[in-house]
């Protein structure tokens, strides 16, 4: 299984990538393995304001529909308007152009919080 070690993850199996003062969002080759064909995901708009540990949007499968969870607070800058047109892009190509969102960074110390590479990977195998 792919993990990146330059990204940061979630308990929720979501990554961040720290772009300058954002971080981009996506979800990890474990969760888009988990959910099988995604089909629709839905996101906030641009300009919205998130909460770390708060749903911002679902994402749809052929088999389940998932909250998706905010990795960190902040102003929503962008969305992946390809997942709009492509959702299967998050499946083929999680940590690529597959991400969802990309947030502000309004608090660096939230960032401290979520899991290396090396423990989320603990973090599945203890989970499996």
Known sequence: ???????????DHEWVREDGDAAVVGITEH???ELGDIVFVEFPEAGDNVTKNEPFGTIEAV??????FAPISGEV??????????????NS???????LIKISI???EELDSLMSASGYKLFIESEG
């Not at 800058?77 to 299967?88: G, K, M, S």
């Open 1 to 11: 299984m792919n993990i990146p070690d330059e990204l940061r993850y979630t308990k």
């Open 31 to 33: 969760a888009q393995g």
């Open 63 to 68: 088999k389940t529909v998932a909250d998706l």
């Open 77 to 90: 800058l962008e969305i992946n308007e390809a997942i709009e047109d492509a959702p299967e892009l998050a």
């Open 93 to 99: 190509d999680p940590y690529g152009e597959g991400w």
């Open 106 to 108: 309004s608090n660096a």
